[in-house]
């Protein structure tokens, strides 16, 4: 148990660490603006209305390509690496007794390349899955606007619901891949075939599976929600900044052990006996 939390824990650290590498870039452009030399500082930018908000926005048009682009170089380098603590926290997950730490972080390690293929895959997928639901939604309000639908963005949002749906059914398969890697020490093709036999022969213990951790991720987000607009940071006060990072925080810890609960559910399905044997 002690490992588990310990690898919860670094895991939930790096992504923290790696979202704030990916935000820094952004507040410091945001800041380059000027905003700062208003006595009320980046409240402004919370103030109702969002008057300051569209007028950053607006300074910064000319700034979002090179942004973007070096964002997503950055977002990419970091997705790379947090396979390793990933990798980890699913070792950790599947072991019944705590094995020594050479051992531990030599097995980590020996998975990380599976683990990449598999998270490649996925992302490819998700992405063909929202292209999509997309097009679908796209074909099917242009059908209804063509016959004077009294809704014609119902189409829009099937196809976005569509899109939302196989997204979902790729991650969970990725998920159950990953962990097919981890507990039987296949490589990205065997994950991948073992995770798809789970998904089909175990749809009903997998679904509820995932809705459990899932609706108590949506709950603590909420919840950190409400904190966070009750705190109302564009009101004087650093110590509302500072109570609004430890909610930040809390939710974020929160959201790590939510999706640790999925992962360890996710290795006891694939390790059923009549998942391994075929």
Do not use: N
């Not at 991948?192 to 789970?198: Q, S």
């Amino acid at each position: 148990m002690k490992r588990r939390t310990v690898a919860i824990t670094l895991d939930f650290a790096l992504r923290s660490a790696g979202g704030l590498m990916l935000a820094l870039p952004i507040a410091a452009v945001v800041a380059g603006t000027g905003i700062g030399h208003f006595p009320e500082g980046d409240r402004l930018l919370f103030e109702p209305g969002g008057l300051f908000t569209v007028e950053v926005a607006r300074r910064l048009l000319g700034s979002l390509a090179p942004l973007a682009t070096t964002s997503l170089a950055m977002a990419l380098a970091l997705a790379l690496a947090l396979v390793v603590p990933h990798s980890a926290l699913l070792v950790a997950l599947a072991e019944r007794d705590e094995s020594p730490a050479p051992a531990f972080w030599g097995r980590a390690a020996g998975r990380v390349p599976a683990l990449l293929a598999l998270s490649g895959l996925g992302l490819a997928a998700q992405l063909v899955a929202w292209t999509v639901g997309t097009a679908v939604g796209s074909g099917a309000s242009t059908v209804f606007a063509q016959s004077a639908a009294p809704w014609p963005e119902v189409g829009h949002v099937a196809g976005f619901a569509l899109g939302g749906a196989l997204a979902l059914v790729v991650g969970v398969t990725r998920d159950l891949s990953r962990a097919a890697a981890v507990v039987h020490g296949f490589d990205g093709r065997g994950a991948l075939e073992c995770g798809l036999r789970t998904l089909l022969s175990s749809s009903r213990d997998a679904l509820p599976a995932f809705v459990g951790p899932a609706l108590l991720s949506a709950l603590s987000v909420v919840v950190g929600a409400l904190a966070v607009t009750a705190l109302d940071v564009s009101r004087p006060g650093t110590w509302r900044l500072l109570a609004v990072l430890i909610v930040h925080q809390g939710v974020g810890y929160a959201l790590a052990w939510c999706r640790a609960l999925w992962l360890s559910s996710s290795i006891d399905l694939v390790a059923q006996p009549s998942i391994a044997r075929r």
